[in-house]
T-cell receptor, first 113, second 112 residues
């Protein structure tokens, strides 16, 4: 089925550990996004990639890095996890036309202890 | 900076009632507006997308309207059902942004 695939679905990390969240889309979308969702804070943009080879910071980029590996894949890396990064992470993609909206992945629930 | 507000934050209605969810945005220079549904512990499912040149979109019991000049959109749910219970979010793609800006959502409970 066409869509956005995120892995893993769940992860528990110890403070200071690193990990990479993977995201892939098969809709030939140019733009891809990483959001975090926290209770009472809504969805906040971490990083986005408007096209292959480009990445830009969003509202809350500190503590994260991203890589747009190719047009399909956009990964999010936590170099040294902190408890404040406990959250649900969503990847989304979008085409360039005005008729295109976001398609979201199913999310990664990350707990940092 | 585009700001998106959803009112009310929570809504509880008896089954069968028609209801309206509201979304307002501060910058009317938009490309489109999208309504999503999110069930507890799940991802976001797209319900309807309205382009800036459109006034409304319909899907089954859902109807979304857009008044760009006043910065408002409504999501109308007809004959609500307990299965409609979820959080509904609106998101706006502005001409001045590369990303979509989200409201905080309306948590809907439909009681049997």
């Amino acid at each position: 089925n066409a869509g956005v695939t995120q892995t893993p679905k769940f992860q528990v990390l110890k403070t200071g550990q690193s990990m990479t969240l993977q995201c892939a889309q098969d809709m030939n979308h140019n733009s891809m996004y990483w959001y975090r969702q926290d209770p009472g804070m809504g969805l906040r943009l971490i990083y986005y990639s408007a096209s292959e080879g480009t990445t830009d910071k969003g509202e809350v980029p500190n503590g994260y890095n991203v890589s747009r590996l190719n047009k399909r894949e956009f990964s999010l890396r936590l170099e040294s996890a902190a408890p404040s990064q406990t959250s649900v992470y969503f990847c989304a993609s979008r085409g360039t036309a005005q008729s295109h909206g976001y398609t979201f992945g199913s999310g990664t629930r990350l707990t940092v202890v | 900076k585009q700001e998106v507000t959803q009112i009310p934050a929570a809504l509880s209605v008896p089954e069968g009632e028609n209801l309206v969810l509201n979304c307002s945005f501060t910058d009317s220079a938009i490309y489109n507006l999208q309504w999503f549904r999110q069930d507890p512990g799940k991802g976001l499912t797209s319900l309807l997308l309205i382009q800036s040149s459109q006034r409304e979109q319909t899907s089954g019991r859902l109807n979304a309207s857009l008044d760009k000049s006043s910065g408002r959109s409504t999501l109308y749910i007809a004959a609500s059902q307990p299965g409609d219970s979820a959080t509904y979010l609106c998101a706006v793609w502005s001409e001045n942004n590369n990303d979509m800006r989200f409201g905080a959502g309306t948590r809907l409970t439909v009681k049997p």
